[in-house]
């Protein structure tokens, strides 16, 4: 039987107790492929990535070493979250690579979309490389790999989405334990192995992060009004009870400054973009309709908070014939 395959007979994980039979079956397979052996994970926060973490710790503890790439464009508290929960709550051997000077000086001067994409997925399956050069007895390499991956990499559609795919020279046997589940089981397996709902519920996030949200060359000082703005939107968004309820939600900020006026002066500063969108498959998307008091705080927050900014504008196209992502 292709291991590849899921069977018609699996069951759909939508319960605790279905979730805590997948778990033991896991670790006991897990026990057994790996023996005394070690794994290495490159553990990006995203919810498959952190799933897949956690059952490893559950059945091999300090057998898994994880990675965790900081290429500097994670959202705010990112890496600070990855930090908290698995070294820190969970136990777990983690490297924590700062390594933003090295993609952000890579990346100076880059404006093209795909050149930028590129430029950060080598980048990270380099410095990805020289971790696990570094580390002695390493088996395995663990990944999160789920059920959507496998369909799509068969009909050939996500081939650009693959930033954090690692390549196969690393030559590593593979760990991939939520291979046969879909999305919505990964996250019922999540809660049940008790990690937070801010890492299980996560909207979905590009690999190349707020890279592809800092339109145009990325510059620090834009890259952080991305960032800053992005972090204003989720809790705003949290506070009006619509986390968990639309799909995608960002800000973009475009390389472009209008005038605006602040404290009886003039400036000249970048607008900050918002875009919510609701989607069953990312294919199509909708435009969620946002409540007026939602998007007056909005402006209000970010005209005020956000340094270099002096204007917001909301983004209300649908894909098509918009993309979800601005690059
Ligand atoms: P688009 O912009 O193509 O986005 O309408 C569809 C979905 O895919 C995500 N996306 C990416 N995910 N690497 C990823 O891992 C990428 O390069 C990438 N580009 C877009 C996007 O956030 C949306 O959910």
Redesign the pocket.
Known sequence: MDSNVRPDTMQRITTKELAEAFIAEQIAEIKAQVGDKKVLLALSGGVDSSVVAALLIKAIGSQLTCVHVNHGLLRKGEPEQVIRVFREELGANLIYVDAVDRFLDKLAGVSDPETK?KIIGKEFIDVFAEEAGKLDGISFLAQGTIYPDILESQDGIKA?????GLPPELNFDLVEPVKLLYKDEVRVVGHTLGLPDSMVERQ?????GLG?RCVGAITRDRLEAVRESDAILREEFAAAGLQGKVW?YFTVVPDFKSTGIKDGKRTFDWPVIIRAVNTRD?IT?TVEELPWDLMKKLVSRITAEVKGVNRVLIDITP?PCA???YE
């Open positions: 994409r650009h989405h693959n930033v954090g979905p996030f590009p690999g190349p592809v995608q990312a998307a894909k993309t979800i992502e």
